[in-house]
């Protein structure tokens, strides 16, 4: 057996080894998570991420839970979720405690959506989708910010006043995110189905998550999610944003023709190139800051 291929069949093992190891209740206060939504496949850019945020919650010694961001209904599909975890499973990704749907909280988001009224951090929006779409790329303009809505069904925006968010991201570095630019943040959608923003924030507290490691591509959102932390007067955990698995011209990888599902068959060669993208070497449980990679794909 040449030496590639042996570190290719020794990858499930040394992963699963590793879990072992730290699978007993940690002295560590650390607890990360993965929180993928039930809408697709995982993918060689969700490996990378569950891959990280494993070996991160490993190496600290902490635990690591998996949740189900299952919200948005009508783009769940059925069975996805099961397909999810035991992809995670194929690939020796453990996870400690039960696995969490956010389908099962709703009433701990109109909770927090009600607290945050109460202290007036929120507002009913009317705007139709084609304003919406328009201002996509430039922030919300605050159109119904200070007038009251028109009549039919709303959304909740969760206010924006802070110019600036600062975050010490533990792999960008310092980041100042232009979070009033981005505008007044929906929390609540005209159909009534929660927004990401507000359950990812409320859920995080009520799972005392310590740690979060995760894409890029969610980077700028962290902004809105430290504001309505502070509007619910919770601590904000440590943020770790990798970069991510990229097609040569840069698009991502979720969107490519290419992306294709994660095959369990193929575990182990797919961990090899996981642990390669987050700058790896094998036998380290530690991740490394690194440069953007771009994925060459064939």
Known sequence: MNGASGSTATATTAIADASRKTHEPADSSYVGRFAPSPTGSLH??????????????????????????????????????????????????????????????????????????????TFQCSCSRRLRMENEERGYPG?????????????????????????????????????????????????GIFAYQLAVVVDDAWQGITD????????????????????????SPRYAHLPLVVEPDGSKLAKSRR?????????????????????????SGALRRHRVQHLPLR
Request: aromatic fraction near 6%; hydrophobic fraction near 40%; glycine fraction near 8%.
């Open 143 to 191: 159109t119904c910010r200070d007038k009251p809505p028109t009549s039919g069904a709303t959304a909740t925006r969760f206010r924006i006043d802070d110019a600036i968010v600062t975050l010490d991201d533990r792999f960008q570095g310092r980041c100042e995110l232009p979070v009033r630019a981005m505008g007044d943040v929906v929390i609540q959608r005209r159909d």
């Open 212 to 235: 979060i490691v995760r894409g890029a591509d969610l980077l700028s959102s962290t902004a809105w999610q430290v504001c309505i932390q502070r509007g619910l007067n919770v601590i």
């Open 44 to 121: 060689l850019g969700s490996l990378v991420a569950a891959l990280g945020s494993w070996l991160d919650a490993r190496h600290h010694g902490g635990r690591w839970l998996v949740r189900m961001e299952d919200l948005d209904t009508p783009r769940v599909i059925p069975g996805c979720a099961d397909t999810i975890l035991r992809t995670l499973e194929a690939f020796s990704l453990t996870w400690d405690g039960e696995v969490v749907s956010q389908s099962r909280r709703l009433e701990h988001y109109q909770a927090a959506s009600a607290e945050l009224r109460a202290r007036g951090f």
């Open 259 to 283: 992306s294709v599902a994660l095959d369990p068959a193929r575990a182990s060669s797919q961990l090899v190139a996981a642990l390669r993208l987050l700058g790896q070497p094998r036998r």
